[in-house]
């Protein structure tokens, strides 16, 4: 049931992140947007926001969009563009994965590890 949640609500395209995130101001307005979320766990977004995913998976592209600043990581001068296609499908399943591990761990650190080891095969 979790994991079903969880898909369904991050459902999300990577490519709404892929341009690099490298202006300041709009990075501080982002960090400003995700801070507010911060606190949560994979299974306590989910509850606070169950009858919103919208709002869910916007969290999840926040966090997502951080995290690939903090790594530096510019997906389309990363990944060739015969991946791109299938790289959302891999970033949720990463997630589902370390959030189906530990409901209650940081959904920042979940979006960081699937992030983290998406591309990590594009290194």
Do not use: W
Not at 14 to 30: F, K, N, V, Y
Not at 44 to 50: G, N, P, R
Not at 98 to 104: K, P, Q, S, W
Request: net charge negative.
């Amino acid at each position: 049931m979790f994991r079903h949640r969880l898909y369904a609500a991050t459902s999300i395209g990577l490519m709404a992140i892929s341009g690099p995130a490298s202006a300041d101001e709009q990075m501080d307005e982002i960090i400003s947007s995700a801070a507010p979320f911060m606190h949560h766990s994979c299974e306590s977004v989910l509850t606070e926001f169950e009858n919103d995913p919208e709002q869910v998976i916007q969290i999840v592209r926040l966090m997502a969009m951080v995290s690939l600043y903090n790594r530096q990581i510019d997906v389309v001068a990363t990944v060739p563009e015969s991946s791109l296609g299938s790289l959302k499908d891999e970033f949720v399943e990463e997630l589902k994965d370390a959030c189906d591990d530990d409901g209650g761990k940081l959904l920042a650190g979940a979006v960081d590890d699937a992030v983290k080891e998406i591309f990590e095969a594009f290194e």
